[in-house]
């Protein structure tokens, strides 16, 4: 049964509110091998990665844009995503099914409408990802030109993974950084901020607050493309040199200190809406 989800934003740049199917049995939501902008292969990930080699089918009613297969047994895949099969939806939406194998892929036919629940068989290992055999989903906006996030579209099953806020450093525009956990002063200026990353577990959205006051926000349900880089949106686009330094550390924003006593609230928030909090506080001078 389809269930509509909504954003804080109502999808934010999407046309109209749309919702999928699991391109997959139901998944619990703790239970993804990847999950949409987390670090992968030295990029920002725009497929939700699943966890197992199953049965894949259509996540709505759509028209097939295209069906990639290989060439050669011998060759690597001209696409990273292997075997897959691109549809196009109403509203401006397209959704990729890759890695899927190819002896279990059925003949499809491109511009042919197909209903929901349509059958790509089983996944593979014939993507970049080889020798995990999970399904690679991306969900675009052709509207908007960004990849949504393509667990805001489809239902949420069970609990999600635990968001934690470690090791958080604040490094100046001189490149020094500074513990917020332990620091007691520092200078005005500006900050870039990060907090650990975390191997699996994305958050949905991150914020920080200045004495009291919203200084950034980041929003994980879509990402933009700009200049062949792909970029998560905050007061500025931050692509994977800025948001994923080293494998390490994720961005969470960039901040203002004004001079005197300053207090900085970091928050991590699931799709869910549940969030973590740790406040810090400096006398900046």
Request: charged content about 25%; some cysteine.
């Amino acid at each position: 049964m389809k269930k509509l989800i909504l954003t804080s934003a109502v999808l934010l740049a999407i046309s109209a509110l749309f919702a999928f199917d699991w391109p997959q049995n139901e998944i619990l939501s703790d239970s993804f091998f990847s999950y949409f902008a987390q670090l992968r292969g030295g990029t920002i990930g725009t497929s939700l990665v699943f966890s197992d080699s199953k049965e894949v089918k259509s996540a709505d009613e759509g028209r097939v844009l295209a069906v990639l297969s290989e060439h050669d047994e011998d060759e690597l895949f001209e696409s990273t995503l292997g075997n897959a099969v691109i549809l196009c939806h109403k509203n401006d939406l397209i959704t990729v099914y890759g890695n899927l194998d190819s002896e279990n892929l059925p003949k499809l036919y491109e511009f042919r409408d197909i209903p929901s629940g349509t059958s790509f068989g089983t996944t593979g290992s014939s993507s970049w990802q080889e020798g995990e055999g999970c399904l690679e989903f991306q969900v675009l906006d052709t509207k908007n030109h960004t990849y949504v996030n393509p667990r805001i579209l489809m239902p949420r099953i069970g609990k999600e993974l635990q968001l934690t806020i470690k090791d958080v450093v604040a490094i100046s525009k001189k490149g020094t950084s500074y513990d917020l956990a332990t620091v007691k002063t520092m200078p005005s200026g500006v900050y870039t901020l990060y907090r650990a990353r975390q191997e699996t577990a994305m958050p949905y959205k991150t914020m920080i607050y200045v004495n009291g006051a919203i200084a950034e926000s980041l929003s994980y349900d879509t990402l933009t493309e700009k200049d062949g880089k792909i970029a998560v949106s905050g007061k500025k686009n931050y692509d994977v040199r800025i948001l994923y330094p080293n494998d390490e550390q994720q961005f969470l924003g960039e901040i203002t200190l004004p001079k005197g006593k300053t207090q900085i609230i970091v928050v991590v928030q699931d799709i869910l809406g549940k969030e973590r909090q740790v406040t810090y506080t400096a006398e900046v001078r």
